[in-house]
């Protein structure tokens, strides 16, 4: 008697909203390494006194142009982030999230190039929705490397995602019986 081979389980793809979070992580990640632990705003390092007077715990990353701007993928580059502290980040009285002006006059004047590529690229749109495209992000993230919008661009034309259109009827319902 032969034996039945055992049906070999389709490998199930992880949502995209799995790997968006995935994706924020590995951002975050990127923002925060390379700064070993030293918050770009105040300078100060995890384990001193920070501006509130307690000592820094954790480095955050923060987003200059917002996480919640729909397919852009500035969200995902680090070109569009800064490390640091919570105080700076979120607590303090001039803080990125408190004082949006804090956040452009120091931009323009610490990370000019930063400024400028954020504000050139903040309205470049691409489909985050494509997992080709988010494949690219991943493996960027991963590699702690900017992203190539244009690379981008092509793999969103290459590979263009495939969407459910709904039929929609012109005529009359009651004409049609």
Not at 24 to 29: A, D, E, R, T, V
Not at 111 to 125: A, D, G, H, Q, W
């Given at each position: 008697?032969?034996?039945?081979?055992?049906?070999?389980?389709?490998?199930?793809?992880?949502?995209?909203?799995?790997?968006?979070?995935?994706?924020?992580?590995?951002?975050?990640?990127?923002?925060?390494?390379?700064?070993?632990?030293?918050?770009e705003?105040c300078?100060?390092?995890?384990?001193?006194?920070?501006?509130?007077?307690?000592?820094?715990?954790?480095?955050?990353a923060?987003?200059?142009?917002?996480?919640?701007?729909?397919?852009?993928?500035?969200?995902?580059?680090?070109?569009?982030?800064?490390?640091?502290?919570?105080?700076?980040?979120?607590?303090?009285?001039?803080?990125?999230?408190?004082?949006?002006i804090?956040?452009?006059?120091?931009?323009?004047?610490?990370?000019?190039?930063?400024?400028?590529?954020?504000l050139?690229?903040?309205?470049?749109?691409?489909?985050?929705?494509n997992?080709?495209?988010?494949?690219?992000?991943?493996?960027?993230?991963?590699?702690?490397?900017?992203?190539?919008?244009?690379?981008?661009?092509?793999?969103?034309?290459?590979?263009?995602?495939?969407?459910?259109?709904?039929?929609?009827?012109t005529?009359?319902?009651?004409?049609?019986?």
């Amino acid at each position: 008697m032969a034996k039945k081979k055992k049906k070999e389980k389709k490998k199930k793809l992880d949502s995209i909203p799995k790997i968006n979070r995935r994706l924020f992580k590995l951002w975050s990640l990127a923002v925060r390494e390379p700064l070993n632990g030293k918050c770009e705003f105040c300078g100060n390092s995890v384990g001193e006194i920070g501006p509130s007077g307690k000592p820094i715990n954790k480095i955050d990353a923060h987003h200059f142009l917002s996480r919640n701007v729909k397919d852009c993928p500035l969200k995902f580059d680090v070109r569009n982030g800064i490390g640091c502290c919570p105080f700076c980040h979120k607590f303090g009285t001039p803080s990125f999230h408190r004082d949006p002006i804090t956040t452009i006059t120091w931009l323009q004047s610490n990370r000019p190039e930063r400024y400028e590529f954020v504000l050139k690229n903040c309205s470049f749109t691409v489909d985050l929705q494509n997992r080709q495209v988010l494949e690219e992000i991943e493996s960027k993230l991963k590699e702690q490397v900017p992203l190539d919008f244009d690379k981008l661009k092509t793999i969103e034309a290459e590979f263009p995602r495939k969407v459910k259109k709904e039929v929609l009827e012109t005529g009359d319902i009651f004409n049609d019986i």
